[in-house]
């Protein structure tokens, strides 16, 4: 009964990994679209009275936070900062509810945001960055 459970554990695991690996990819797609676009991207975020300013800050943090979560590093702290920018992101663009599509988008990431509270509502897992300094320092 014992090696049924690890296995299951041990699945778990992974199934959590690869949560972690699926939610972020969307953000790191858009990052590198966001690279190749950049004209596109920045007309586009000015359409909403979004500043230029923001262009390589949301880059960045697009590019960065979900390679932390991907890792988990600082998995909690990247996974509520991604659930703020998410929300922030559906408040300023997706807010047409006269447009089926913004209602779609909106939905998405609300469910998106919802993910990312889940995450950092657990503590570090065994697949984590977070997991493996917790355990290095306490031996």
């Given amino acids: 009964m014992r ?72 998995t909690r702290i990247a996974a509520l900062a991604m659930c703020l920018f998410t929300l922030t992101v559906s408040i300023i663009f997706h807010l047409d509810f006269n447009n089926h599509m913004q209602i779609i988008a909106f939905l998405k990431n609300l469910s998106i945001a919802g993910g990312f509270l889940i995450i950092a509502s657990y503590e570090a897992k065994v697949y984590t960055l977070d997991y493996y300094l917790k355990y290095k320092k306490s031996n």
């Fill in 3 to 74: 090696g049924k459970k690890n296995l299951n554990t041990n699945f778990m695991y992974i199934l959590e990994a690869l949560g972690r690996i699926f939610i972020s990819t969307l953000f790191l797609f858009e990052a590198i679209r966001k690279f190749f676009f950049q004209d596109d991207t920045i007309e586009y975020m000015e359409s909403f009275g979004v500043s230029e300013l923001f262009f390589y800050p949301s880059l960045v943090f697009e590019l960065v936070i979900p390679i932390l979560l991907i890792i988990g590093f600082k």
